[in-house]
């Protein structure tokens, strides 16, 4: 009697088992169900199956939530894996997010003297260069030469893309020199390594070379190198690369057009970026928010909308850069109302649209807005977010709602110099300088280091304090204990700081003993410190300073204009006035808002244009003839002084911040707060107006205007609003 051998009955047993755990492998999409695999694998004995512990290990990279170390750690307990099971995951890793795992895999490797091929080097070179990792790509150079295996063609492709990546262009060309045989590949990675080492004199040169090879550029050379002229923000070679690229009759693809048109629009080039879109046909997402970043930047919003309402489809990347270009671009009413829009088409923000909508918030310095945008964020789990919350600082800082600014920075578990530097400004603006001082002390013991916006904002709390001493001792603690180099921003505060304790001579000093010139900011300071304290010669000298530099600076030619008439000096007068009318030079002309209910109401200097304008007006009447029951006059000194007696009073009366604060006392009752937004400083007419309006109809009125906040009760200025 004849019998089967046992052995080939277990042979087949274990192949439709092993066959069905590739299968179910193959399917697998949890960590917990991998674990499972595994367990059957070492129970049915098939535990040395090489190809099937490595078909597990890539499974658990490729998870959607992949287990890299899951995997390395069933990698390393295999028995000495062919190369081209080890290569396998070699590749899988290095293309993966986290490519340094293939180079912790290299390391175990040669400890656990796992054979490596030729093949192995490619992807490990690979990993190298998105890390870039210079000491372990060097390694692999070495090991490489050690084996043999640097005349790999893939191989020395893989060490000119890691050195250039590393930033060694010198050793990326001298590899690229080496190499007998150079695909189009290679050519592509020397080319882009020159572009992103900003090498972009050699681009050209290196073009004309491969030509001279016979090898032909593809248009992915070509926008390779038109995107990292964008990238790098150089219009030059960008334009001069076009040049080439239309004399060597290279055909533009879409791609090649697309890069064009980002490039120039990047660059600020927006009259041919224009051109260039109107061509393109379709146009696309990317493209399309090129422009409008581009149109924003160039201070062409407008022309930005046009672009966007054009978009069939839009994304969260050209809804935030459109807010964006309202926010930076002096429109911020339109950012916020651009951005319900948004969050009413169904897409959500992410935190690059938050800040371009709280600094909106905060330019309009509207506070119900302010308040939503906070209810907003805290709904949407932004408050954990430390950008966030120290834009919202700055946000409640400049809406005039210091203690919300507090309760901010109260709650935050995390601070950054950021932090401590918004909440010593919010200070600052406030007009709070010992405060501001108190929590430099407490940033210190928190052994937080200052930098250089941190001592702006202390600065220019000592300066709107009158703390002279204390300010002085502010900047030399910045020079002498944390040895930083004072910026033009830190003598200007130091030349506002004196000017305002009528400290003129000094002012001089700061500005004769600069390291560098003194800008128009600086000199403007000195102008209006003069113009306060009534030093005509100085302020004439500061003001020609000024007009140097900005020959169109209307307050500069205003200052001028009314010193010379102050000294009758009517022919000089003349001049200046000739001067401004020959240049187009004008006032620039007052704006204020003011938030009542959640809507903003906006007012220029003798506004006709709101909608209850005639009951403004009367109601203008009305508080002057109350005011002047309390000891107002119209101080004349603050009008352009060629205008006559009567065209002055209304000139004077008509600032659009005393409009606003009538259409304010419409709404308002008694023992309420008024806000007011102005666009320049409150002249001392204004100041005098609010001081006494604020006792003799009881209320809080509280003003920011360019420089600070101003807050006014029962007929005084406080002065740590």
Not at 19 to 48: C, M, W
Not at 199 to 213: C, H, K, T
Not at 595 to 611: M, Y
């Amino acid at each position: 009697m004849t019998t089967i051998p046992q052995p080939i009955i277990s042979s087949t047993i274990h192949l439709n088992h092993y066959n069905h755990l590739l299968t179910t492998l193959s399917v697998s999409s949890s960590l917990s169900h991998l674990k499972q695999i595994h367990a059957r694998i070492i129970r049915s004995g098939l535990d040395r199956s090489n190809s099937l512990l490595i078909k597990l290990v890539i499974t658990a990279c490729t998870l959607s939530s992949p287990s890299f170390d899951y995997a390395l750690s069933v990698f390393y307990q295999m028995h000495n894996p062919e190369p081209y099971l080890s290569n396998k995951l070699l590749r899988e890793l290095s293309r993966s997010t986290k490519p340094e795992k293939a180079l912790l895999a290299y390391a175990k490797m040669r400890e656990k003297r796992f054979v490596i091929d030729s093949f192995s080097l490619p992807p490990l070179l690979k990993a190298s260069t998105r890390v870039q990792a210079l000491s372990e790509g060097m390694e692999l150079h070495g090991f490489a030469s050690k084996m043999d295996f640097v005349s790999d063609p893939f191989v020395q492709t893989g060490l000119v893309a890691m050195y250039s990546a590393c930033g060694h262009i010198e050793d990326a060309r001298l590899m690229f020199d080496k190499m007998p045989e150079r695909d189009i590949v290679a050519w592509n990675i020397m080319i882009d390594g020159y572009c992103v080492n900003g090498r972009y004199n050699n681009v050209l040169p290196l073009i004309e070379e491969m030509n001279r090879s016979n090898v032909q550029p593809d248009e992915k050379i070509f926008s390779t190198v038109v995107s990292a002229c964008a990238r790098a923000g150089n219009l030059e070679f960008g334009k001069a690369f076009h040049g080439f690229i239309t004399e060597n009759k290279v055909f533009v693809d879409y791609n090649l057009q697309c890069a064009l048109v980002i490039m120039y629009a990047g660059c600020g080039y927006m009259d041919m970026a224009a051109n260039m879109f109107k061509n393109l046909s379709p146009t696309n997402i990317v493209v399309s928010t090129a422009m409008i970043t581009g149109y924003s930047k160039a201070g062409q919003v407008d022309a930005a909308r046009l672009v966007f309402d054009q978009m069939t489809e839009k994304d969260l990347i050209c809804w935030s850069a459109m807010i964006t270009g309202y926010a930076e671009g002096g429109q911020p009413r339109k950012a916020l109302q651009l951005f319900d829009k948004m969050l009413t088409s169904g897409v959500k923000p992410d935190q690059v649209t938050m800040l371009s909508v709280i600094s909106a918030c905060a330019s309009l310095g509207a506070v119900d807005n302010a308040i939503k945008i906070q209810s907003y964020i805290d709904e949407n789990r932004f408050s954990g977010v430390l950008p966030v919350n120290n834009a919202l600082i700055d946000m409640y800082a400049k809406c005039g709602e210091l203690d919300r600014a507090k309760q901010v920075f109260a709650r935050m578990h995390k601070r950054n110099v950021i932090t401590w530097s918004s909440m010593i400004g919010a200070y600052a603006v406030h007009g709070d300088a010992i405060n501001a001082l108190d929590l430099f002390h407490e940033m210190k013991s928190q052994r937080v280091e200052p930098n250089g916006i941190t001592f702006v904002g202390l600065l220019y709390a000592c300066s709107h304090a009158g703390l002279v001493e204390e300010g002085r001792k502010i900047f030399a603690s910045m020079v002498n204990d944390y040895d930083m180099t004072p910026k033009r921003e830190h003598y200007g505060c130091m030349v506002d700081l004196y000017g305002r304790a009528n400290l003129l001579k000094e002012a001089l000093e700061v500005i004769e003993q600069m390291p560098m010139a003194p800008n128009v900011v600086i000199w403007g300071s000195l102008m209006a410190a003069c113009r306060i304290y009534n030093e005509t010669e100085l302020g004439e000298f500061a003001a020609k300073r000024v007009l140097e530099l900005d020959p169109y600076h209307d307050g500069a030619h205003i200052f001028l204009s009314n010193v010379y008439a102050k000294e009758r000096k009517w022919e000089s007068v003349g001049e200046i006035r000739k001067l401004m009318q020959n240049k187009g030079v004008v006032k620039q002309r007052g704006c204020s808002r003011i938030e009542l209910d959640g809507e903003i109401h906006e007012f220029l200097t003798a506004d006709k244009n709101h909608a209850r304008v005639d009951e403004i007006y009367e109601k203008l009447d009305v508080v002057v003839k109350e005011l002047e029951v309390a000891g107002y006059t119209p101080n004349m000194s603050c009008v352009l002084v060629d205008l006559d007696e009567d065209e002055k009073t209304k000139a004077l009366l008509w600032h659009s911040e005393k409009l606003a604060l009538c259409f304010g006392l419409l709404r308002q009752k008694r023992g309420s707060c008024i806000r007011i937004i102005k666009n320049l400083r409150v002249c001392e007419d204004c100041h005098n107006f609010m001081k006494l309006a604020s006792k003799v109809y009881g209320i809080q009125i509280l003003v920011r205007d360019r420089t600070r906040f101003h807050r006014y009760e029962d007929g005084f200025e406080l002065l740590n609003c």
